[in-house]
Each structure stands twice: as C-alpha cells, then as structure tokens.
C-alpha cells in the first residue's frame, strides 16, 4: 500500500464531514455488508464504487483487511490526517488494540474502478465488541444466521 498523509487537522474537513464525524463516534459497522458472524468472528464486505464512501466508523476489535481489488481510497483519520492509499489485489493489512484503544476513520474510493475488501474483527480481543444496531435491508437473514 502506497500512502499520502495530509496534516490539516478536522478544522480543514468539510463540514459535512465533520458533523459526521462528531456523530458517528461509536458506529461499530466497519464495511458496507455484515456477510458472517459467529462467536469468535465477524466477516465483513466493503465494496466502493468510484465516489462512493463508507462513513465514520470505530474499530475497536483486533481485526484484518484484504483488498479483493486493486483501486485507490482516501480516508479521514480521527487526528484530522487525510490519508490516501493505492492498494493491491490480495494486499493485507492487520491491525492489534489493546484495552481502550480504537480507531475512527472514513473510506472514500477516489479511483476510477470499483474497491472491494473483506475485513474480518475478531470477537475475542481486549475490548468488547461495539453493537451493530439494526441490519440494513440489504443483508439476508442467512447473513444474519437465521437459514
């Protein structure tokens, strides 16, 4: 993964963005589709169109990420750094917390293809698991265990 970090701080987002931000502090639901959960996991899908974004949201749980497809994304960290990242097809990345610590980012596709991941979290890590809230129509009820 290649990078570009852009130090302007949240004062420099816009304010869209940073309203988002303020009320998105313990959003839990790190891709754009739950595929699996079980006791020990949950399997997520991100997939991006071109200028498509997936809000804030809080890593809390030790977890990875494999880019399914090449692109290129640019993302809001919580220090008010703008990160840019060129990935690769089956590029991985893992992540530790410890007990209290987290992440809050944003993800937008700023290439001209589509930008596919799966991130798995898993469930048995030092901080507890944040809740989902409700599942969005678009995930079947055998993503949510019920077939």
């Known amino acids: 993964m290649n990078t570009d970090v852009t130090e302007k701080g949240r004062a420099a987002w ?12 313990l959003n839990g639901r790190v891709g754009t589709r739950l595929l699996s959960e079980a006791k020990r996991v949950r399997v997520w899908e991100i997939r991006l169109a071109p200028g498509e974004r997936i809000g804030f949201h809080r890593h809390v749980l030790d977890y990875f990420w494999t880019a399914v497809t090449p692109g290129r994304a640019q993302s809001h960290a919580e220090d008010g750094t703008i990160v840019e990242a060129v990935y690769s097809a089956g590029e991985t990345r893992h992540f530790v917390y410890g007990k209290g610590e ?18 798995v979290e898993f469930l048995d890590s030092a901080n507890a698991p944040l809740e989902l809230g409700r599942m969005r129509e ?5 993503e949510r265990g019920d077939s």
């Open 14 to 25: 816009p304010d869209a963005i940073r309203k988002e931000f303020d009320t998105n502090q």
């Open 102 to 119: 987290y992440k809050i980012h944003d993800l937008e596709n700023v290439g001209d293809t589509d930008l596919w991941f799966t991130t």
């Open 138 to 142: 678009r995930e079947t009820s055998s």
